[in-house]
């Protein structure tokens, strides 16, 4: 492939009563807090050992302080509105500047690997799109070869349709894609035990 992937990544800043709000109704906005922050240690982490150019999207504002080095990304504020919305201008900023392919990740699945990224770049030299399915009907990772906003329109988003219905609208176009393994999201208790990872 030409061009070297993009890799976006989603995230909301970190803040007490703002993060993993379902999974505060059951441990507290303190642990969530600290659940979540753990998570965006993870995906700097795996994010890093991928060969793409990675561009960060901050929910609130850009935090030049983070953990997340300036250096390894360019780091921007997503748009106001909903989330298709905000990917589609992240999906067509990545395409104006650097061409495809294109992928964007959040950082709610901490089953993620560098690997399972990489396999889905190497599979977007031959598909037009590769989707990363979640396990509560959402996807994990969304990838493009070129610039299709229409993926993100008319799509019921944080709910169980929105796989399928993304499937519906690759379908329909023609457009060829494939899929990831199937993972979990961590967004309520019982998501962070089945991983069990250990927090302070």
């Given at each position: 492939?030409?061009?070297?992937?993009?890799?976006?990544?989603?995230?909301?800043?970190?803040?007490?009563?703002?993060?993993?709000?379902?999974?505060?109704?059951?441990?507290?906005?303190e642990r969530a807090l600290k659940i979540y922050r753990a998570l965006l240690d993870h995906?700097?982490?795996?994010?890093?050992?991928?060969?793409?150019?990675?561009?960060?999207?901050?929910?609130?504002?850009?935090?030049?302080?983070?953990?997340?080095?300036?250096?390894?990304?360019?780091?921007?504020?997503?748009?106001?509105?909903?989330?298709?919305?905000?990917?589609?201008?992240?999906?067509?900023?990545?395409?104006?500047?650097?061409?495809?392919?294109?992928?964007?990740?959040?950082?709610?699945?901490?089953?993620?690997?560098?690997?399972?990224?990489?396999?889905?770049?190497?599979?977007?030299?031959?598909?037009?799109?590769?989707?990363?399915?979640?396990?509560?009907?959402?996807?994990?990772?969304?990838?493009?070869?070129?610039?299709?906003?229409?993926?993100?329109?008319?799509?019921?988003?944080?709910?169980?349709?929105?796989?399928?219905?993304?499937?519906?609208?690759?379908?329909?176009?023609?457009?060829?894609?494939?899929?990831?393994?199937?993972?979990?999201?961590?967004?309520?208790?019982?998501?962070?035990?089945?991983?069990?990872?250990?927090?302070d």
């Amino acid at each position: 492939m030409a061009n070297r992937a993009t890799l976006l990544i989603f995230i909301k800043n970190p803040e007490l009563g703002k993060a993993k709000t379902r999974l505060a109704q059951t441990v507290g906005p303190e642990r969530a807090l600290k659940i979540y922050r753990a998570l965006l240690d993870h995906t700097c982490q795996l994010t890093q050992a991928v060969d793409a150019q990675r561009i960060l999207f901050y929910s609130s504002f850009i935090d030049e302080k983070d953990n997340w080095p300036n250096q390894g990304f360019s780091k921007y504020l997503q748009v106001s509105g909903g989330l298709g919305d905000r990917m589609t201008a992240a999906f067509q900023q990545a395409f104006e500047e650097n061409g495809g392919p294109v992928l964007i990740i959040g950082s709610d699945c901490a089953q993620l690997s560098p690997a399972i990224v990489e396999q889905g770049i190497q599979l977007l030299e031959t598909n037009d799109f590769v989707i990363g399915p979640a396990e509560d009907g959402g996807y994990y990772l969304l990838g493009m070869k070129k610039f299709h906003p229409e993926v993100f329109q008319n799509v019921a988003w944080s709910t169980e349709t929105v796989l399928p219905q993304t499937l519906e609208i690759i379908s329909s176009n023609e457009w060829s894609h494939a899929l990831l393994p199937v993972l979990s999201d961590i967004d309520y208790e019982e998501d962070w035990e089945k991983h069990g990872w250990e927090i302070d």
